[in-house]
């Protein structure tokens, strides 16, 4: 099964009926697409009851991808909000705990940024990370080459299949150490996730500029680079129950339709908005 989805819900406004309100664009959202990425919880834990709502506002088989806390993956820059790490990773876990329940838990995601390299010392925070997450589905993706330069590429790989992380899979902009190239391998054979960011080369590293944030995902996938990437999921889903795919170049608005491209390629239903009919002028003498 091959399931393809947006990272966010909020930003994507060609999903949705002009005036839909805020509350209700993941309903909305969820007649597009079977899965999401929920970017909110990198910033900030959410709150159990909130993660309910949503699991009870989406239908069966929809699946969120919860990306970790900042703090977690060693993004924070201050004060941290948490006492301890204990305090920290047990309020993610309540977090995560009413999707999981209503089976709609696809994985959370831990992104680690890219000056976290492939040392001893990540080494073991990685393995402790995922004993502290036992009973959760876990998916890793780095951002630094050193993790699959061609002498660490097979032992990461083995390393994740014996920790049981699912390997995130990305297309990114070859743009220096602090990024790194497709691996397209499965580590776990229940599910893979694919995350396409674009290849904004030249607004991927920070370059200085206020906006850089706002640019860096800034892509327009063309027909053959998607179709290279239907081949790519086809192939991982040949040796996995489940792959997960979510667009993240949102900065332009490109994702939602790349998306609905791929699974066109990919042979899907992709479902649109009805189109407003005109209202026909009354013909006084036709009745």
């Keep these: 099964m091959i399931v393809i989805g947006l990272t966010g819900w909020g930003d994507h406004d060609p999903l949705y009926p002009p005036g839909t309100a805020a509350k209700d664009k993941l309903k909305v959202y969820a007649r597009h697409f079977a899965l999401v990425e929920m970017d909110s919880a990198f910033y900030a834990v959410q709150p159990p009851d ?3 709502r949503y699991a009870e506002e989406t239908p069966q088989g929809f699946g969120f991808v919860v990306k970790a806390y900042q703090g977690i993956t060693g993004h924070l820059r201050g004060k941290p909000y948490y006492e301890n790490d204990d305090d920290m990773y047990g309020a993610f876990r309540d977090s995560l705990t009413p999707l999981r329940e209503a089976g709609k838990l696809t994985a959370a995601l831990f992104q680690y940024p890219p000056w976290f390299d492939c040392t001893k010392e990540n080494v073991r925070l990685l393995r402790e990370t995922k004993k502290r ?3 959760f589905p876990c998916a890793l993706e780095f951002r630094h080459q050193s993790w699959f330069v061609p002498e660490m590429r097979e032992r990461t790989l083995a390393f994740m299949r014996d920790e049981g992380w699912i390997h995130s899979v990305c297309d990114e902009p070859q743009a220096g150490v602090g990024s790194i190239p497709t691996v397209p391998e499965a580590t776990r054979a229940d599910w893979t996730l694919v995350r396409l960011h ?3 080369a030249g607004g991927w590293n920070q370059n200085g500029n206020a ?3 706002a640019v860096r995902y800034l892509y327009d996938y063309n027909e053959s680079e998607l179709a290279e990437w239907a081949a790519i999921v086809r192939g991982l889903a040949e040796s996995n129950r489940s792959v997960g795919v979510v667009f993240n170049n949102n900065s332009g608005g490109h994702a939602a339709g790349n998306a ?4 066109r390629l990919l042979g899907q239903p992709v479902y649109e908005l009805p189109v407003a009919r005109e209202p026909e002028q009354l013909d006084l003498f036709n009745f």
Excluded at 260 to 263: H, N, P
């Design 211 to 213: 906006d850089w944030r």
């Design 198 to 200: 674009g290849r904004n």
């Design 133 to 135: 997450m036992e009973d």
């Design 50 to 52: 909130r993660m309910a």
């Design 260 to 263: 609905k491209q791929l699974m």
